[in-house]
């Protein structure tokens, strides 16, 4: 395993493809979350397209490739690019989205157009779409380094400020932090993250990774440090897995790292402990599980001396829905929890049994009669209605519609309510 984790490292290319791939990794992920919260995941996308014109111009003004010009040409271009979508937008009926993909496959264009018309620029834009991670130069890691510097203090440092216009636009204008003026600097740090990421992912497959991981860490936590956090650390984890991938298996470096990124969101969407698929599909079946068992107390509340055996079992089918096959769990368990005996083929309610009974039909009434007085649904649909809550109302929140409701007698079909 120590070997597995060495062997890369003898060569000098790996070590600065790692250092590179980590200052990606800490870049776009903090600023994808503020991008991912401001919904400005578009902007992200036009802007790593729109920065090709400055790349070119920087090329030419410097007449070879030099980090320094690049930079400022891509910083530049990202800048205009983001003035022009807020000056569009503002001063007509276009929507952003619309103004976004104008001014972004406009920049893209240019770009190309100066790419094919400038001889001499000698840009390879294969490099520039997909990226070569293992190219990187000394130059290029510098440049990374300091803008990753830049971004993880500005973030340090402006955290109120970004927060504040994040999630709340008016109270940020009414202490007195200008939204515009943040957008421009996140805007600008945008750009820049970007700039990180055009040599190893490439502008095609960046914004993948502004993106993926703070949608990641947004599975996970809905602290916004945390989220910071865990949005670095996962775009951090995939820019060296997918480094390793495209080692040991010659694959394109940018897409190995965008694919571990992506595979670690689809763990999470399963996964995660608050919002996988998986854990909600658990939830609903014990929920579904609960609420069956309920009814059935409910049955043996309204039945359970009527009925014995078979016809118990008949009968039940037929008033909720239980076969055969399962019944006999279910009985197992409601006997389990003590909430149900069974004496002579007849099934009793406990004392326990009884009072989760009561509790169910005085949920199920005042729903009825709440529902009723405010008619928030048709009388004809009250019951079924009921039916749904009465499994799911907090005893506090019943107790609350009692006494909103002044302690009705009868529900609207005349049914005596059960005083607690």
């Given at each position: 395993m120590l070997d597995f984790l060495t062997e890369p490292l003898q060569y000098e290319f790996i070590q600065r493809a790692l250092i590179a791939s980590i200052s990606i990794g800490v870049s776009c992920g903090l600023i994808g979350v503020y991008i991912m919260l401001r919904r400005m995941s578009l902007i992200g996308d036009a802007l790593a397209h729109s920065v090709l014109p400055g790349v070119v111009i920087g090329f030419m003004i410097a007449g070879e490739k030099n980090e320094i010009a690049l930079f400022i040409g891509a910083l530049a271009a990202g800048i205009v690019s983001a003035l022009l979508i807020s000056f569009v937008q503002r001063n007509s009926k276009i929507k952003e989205d619309t103004s976004i993909g104008i001014i972004f496959t406009g920049a893209f264009a240019l770009g190309i157009l100066l790419v094919s018309q400038l001889k001499q620029v000698h840009l390879d834009l294969s490099s520039y779409l997909f990226g070569d991670v293992l190219g990187v130069s000394t130059g290029d890691i510098i440049l990374s380094g300091i803008i990753t510097v830049i971004i993880l203090l500005s973030v340090i440092l402006f955290y109120k400020q970004l927060l504040v216009t994040s999630f709340d636009p008016t109270m940020a204008k009414i202490i007195g932090i200008s939204s515009a003026v943040v957008h421009y600097f996140l805007m600008t740090l945008l750009s820049m993250s970007i700039v990180t990421g055009l040599q190893s992912v490439g502008v095609i497959l960046i914004i993948a990774m502004l993106i993926t991981p703070p949608a990641t860490a947004f599975l996970l936590t809905d602290k916004l440090k945390w989220l910071l956090f865990y949005s670095a650390l996962i775009g951090v984890v995939s820019s060296i897995a997918g480094l390793y991938l495209s080692y040991y298996f010659n694959y394109t470096s940018g897409a190995s790292i965008v694919l571990v990124a992506v595979l670690i969101f689809a763990l999470a969407f399963f996964f995660s402990p608050k919002e996988g698929l998986v854990l909600k599909y658990l939830k609903r079946m014990k929920a579904q599980r609960m609420n069956t068992l309920e009814d059935v107390v409910k049955f043996i509340h309204r039945y359970g001396e009527r009925y014995r055996d078979e016809e118990f079992k008949t009968m039940l089918a037929k008033e909720i829905g239980v076969s055969g096959n399962k019944l006999g769990g279910i009985m197992n368990e409601l006997s389990n929890k003590g909430f149900v005996t069974k004496t002579n083929g007849h099934y009793y309610l406990t004392t326990e049994g009884h009072k989760l009974a009561l509790r169910l039909v005085r949920s199920?009434?005042?729903?009825e009669t709440y529902v009723t007085k405010e008619n928030i649904v048709d009388?004809?649909?009250?019951?079924?209605?009921?039916?749904?809550?009465?499994?799911?109302?907090?005893e506090d929140l019943v107790e609350e519609l009692d006494r909103e409701l002044g302690h009705p007698e009868t529900d609207p079909h005349g049914s005596p309510i059960p005083k607690k």
């Open positions: 199920h009434r005042l729903w009388a004809k649909d009250i019951h079924i209605d009921a039916e749904k809550f009465e499994h799911i109302l907090p």
